[in-house]
T-cell receptor
Framework: AQSVSQHNHHVILSEAASLELGCNYS??????LFWYVQYPGQHLQLLLK??????LVKGIKGFEAEFIKSKFSFNLRKPSVQWSDTAEYFC???????????FGKGNQVVVIP | DGGITQSPKYLFRKEGQNVTLSCEQN?????MYWYRQDPGQGLRLIYY???????QKGDIAEGYSVSREKKESFPLTVTSAQKNPTAFYLC???????????????FGPGTRLTVL
């Protein structure tokens, strides 16, 4: 079964700092990759996704993620965070062959103004 | 206004009672999913359905049951057999890219169930 690892569950940083959240998965075949975000009191929503093509994917609100197949990774980055980026971030993986997602445990990010 | 609705937002039940959580979508999506979210655990898949009248167990199906009689509805019943039912329950839907690959899942606002 596929599994997804997210490290550093709690991240606290100041506004304008750079953010990088790691995501590693344990499936050797073709995968589709997602980052979801859950702002306080809001629905879980898609931040960005990778299916094929350019491994550097740009999403909403200035976020980007890079798929590195050799490292089984799909790390999320933002060069300069804002207070409004305070949220919980989830990495999810869809292994080709089943149409379900496996989620990581999430990163709780708090941005201090 | 398209989307996924879950009701109620908060639900309280006594131990030993079955309870059914509602999930409705008007996105015309074929696939629907139920997840459980616990602090520090991420989202864990309970059940999913790719098409009407068909559903599969997820990773933590024990103590839960579902039905999919209509495309737009996928209710989840938390039975008395579920040992630790207090949690936040999320429903999602998607258009499967095909039988083997899922596309973006869209989530409802969730129902927070507390069993007393």
């Amino acid at each position: 079964a596929q599994s997804v690892s997210q490290h550093n569950h709690h991240v606290i940083l100041s506004e304008a700092a750079s953010l990088e959240l790691g995501c590693n998965y344990s499936y050797g075949g073709t995968v589709n990759l997602f980052w979801y975000v859950q702002y306080p009191g809001q629905h879980l929503q898609l931040l960005l996704k990778y299916f094929s093509g350019d491994p550097l994917v740009k999403g909403i609100k200035g976020f980007e993620a890079e798929f590195i197949k050799s490292k089984f990774s799909f790390n999320l980055r933002k060069p300069s965070v804002q207070w409004s980026d305070t949220a919980e971030y989830f990495c999810a993986v869809n292994a080709y062959g089943n149409n379900r997602l496996a989620f990581g445990k999430g990163n709780q990010v708090v941005v201090i103004p | 206004d398209g989307g996924i609705t879950q009701s109620p937002k908060y639900l309280f039940r006594k131990e030993g009672q079955n309870v059914t959580l509602s999930c409705e979508q008007n996105l015309n999506h074929d696939a629907m999913y139920w997840y459980r979210q616990d602090p520090g655990q991420g989202l864990r898949l309970i059940y999913y359905s790719q098409i009407v009248n068909d559903f599969q167990k997820g990773d933590i199906a024990e103590g839960y049951s579902v039905s999919r009689e209509k495309k737009e509805s996928f209710p989840l019943t938390v039975t008395s057999a579920q040992k630790n039912p207090t949690a936040f329950y999320l429903c999602a839907s998607s258009i499967p890219r095909d039988r083997e690959v899922t596309d973006t899942q869209y989530f409802g606002p969730g129902t927070r169930l507390t069993v007393l």
